[in-house]
């Protein structure tokens, strides 16, 4: 697809990114242009998350989504991956932000991502022209920009020293709002994001959470109006809503046959109602 440039004077360039200490003087972009895309919140976190955090991200960036929140993030493994996914699983708009060439696509094991990206109306940007390799600095800078395009950023999970909180950092420096998912106290991947609560980011235990902050009217259809149709489907359903996700316990707690169970389950995922975390995680899509 075409890359298209576009300098800070120009009509596409967004208002958001010339109120930041050092806007690029330009930008590059492949799919929409960046307009009438706000509200908008950066979900960002660990690259290696644990399946809380995985479930936490897909569930707040598929709901804002629904609700019509375009999702912004860094295309990165982990958090950022999962947050642009679940956002176009919900029909939502997310925006990727990469720190090298619009040439390359980083990580290379996100192109199909970032392919189905661009045919779902979404956007992938860089201030960085072709054949700009990712270098780590790159990503430093890269963060101030994932920022100044969001109204909000929320980390999802993050370690105490993890690169995430360079965000955090950036949208202080921005005056934008920052919210951090609470986390295990005995979980190393909570650190970070507890550090932040303790620093005053707000608690974001949800996307209703974001919607009461940013003042963005809830969403008509909440994922507790999916139902089976079969009774096991409902059962397990029933069971998934009480935030049950080892697909272990929820079979045990199901008494089910387990050749039923796994037909059943089955039935939920092609139907589009449940979908898997990965580590034996599943959650209502």
Known sequence: MKINKVLKQHKHYPPYLKEIAHPPKEFFFIGEPLEDYLPAVAIIGSRKLSSYGKEAT???????????????SGLALGADGIAHQACLDAGGRTIAVLAC????????????????????????????????????????????????LSDMIIVTEAAEASGTLITANFA?????????????????????????LKAGAHVIT????????????ASEKDRQDVFGDTAEEQLIIDIMKKGVTDLD???????????????????????????????????IK
Do not use: C
């Open 172 to 196: 202080l420096e921005q005056n934008k709002l920052v919210g951090a998912v609470p986390g295990q106290i005995t979980s190393t991947l909570s650190i970070g994001t507890n550090n932040l």
């Open 101 to 148: 060439g619009l040439d390359t696509i980083y990580p290379a094991s996100h192109r199909n991502l970032a392919i189905e990206i661009l045919k779902k109306g979404g956007t992938i940007i860089s201030e960085y022209p072709e054949n700009t390799p990712a270098l780590k600095q790159n990503f430093v800078a890269r963060n101030r920009i994932v920022s100044a």
């Open 249 to 283: 316990q929820i079979q045990a707690q199901s008494n089910l046959d387990p050749a039923i169970f796994s037909q059943t389950i089955t039935m939920l995922e092609i139907s589009d109602k449940v979908r898997p975390l990965g580590a034996n995680h599943w959650i």
């Open 58 to 72: 897909y569930r707040i960036a598929f709901d804002l989504a629904k609700q019509g929140v375009t999702i912004v």
């Open 206 to 217: 949800g996307a209703d959470d974001v919607s009461n902050i940013l003042g963005i009217q």
